[in-house]
Nanobody, 126 residues
Framework: QVQLVESGGGLVQAGGSLRLSCVAS????????VGWFRQAAGKEREFVAG????????YYLDSVRGRFTISRDNAKNTVYLQMNSLKPDDTAVYYC???????????????????WGQGTQVTVSS
């Protein structure tokens, strides 16, 4: 079992930056597919960024590519999401998720992940 805890959310003006952290406990995240998802009010949860199982590949939602960067610190068992040039449309609750069994075609599907954090709110004001 993996436990995930997100932090780093907050209120920021458009154009600003935030760095989200996802700290894992219980097991190492090595060998897990790890993803960041977000859910805005009244909308479906969507994939934002993620690592492949080996950690060698990264994937991004088109609308955040070039603005957001996913990274990891294996020694701290932590995955980060650096978010720059934030826009009001980025406002959402951001979740970290992990799973050991996914194939590449499932990486962007939130229903495919077994382990989730509690989420952290990101609000971008215009």
């Amino acid at each position: 079992q993996v436990q995930l805890v997100e932090s780093g959310g907050g209120l920021v003006q458009a154009g600003g930056s935030l760095r989200l952290s996802c700290v894992a406990s219980g097991r190492t995240l090595r060998g897990y597919v790890v993803g960041w998802f977000r859910q805005a009010a009244g909308k479906e949860r969507e994939f934002v960024a993620g690592f492949s199982r080996t950690g060698g590949y990264t994937y991004y939602l088109d609308s955040v590519r070039g603005r957001f960067t996913i990274s990891r610190d294996n020694a701290k068992n932590t995955v980060y999401l650096q978010m720059n040039s934030l826009k009001p449309d980025d406002t959402a609750v951001y979740y970290c998720a992990a799973d050991q069994k996914l194939i590449q075609s499932e990486y962007r599907r939130h229903t495919a992940y077994d382990y989730w954090g509690q989420g952290t709110q990101v609000t971008v004001s215009s």
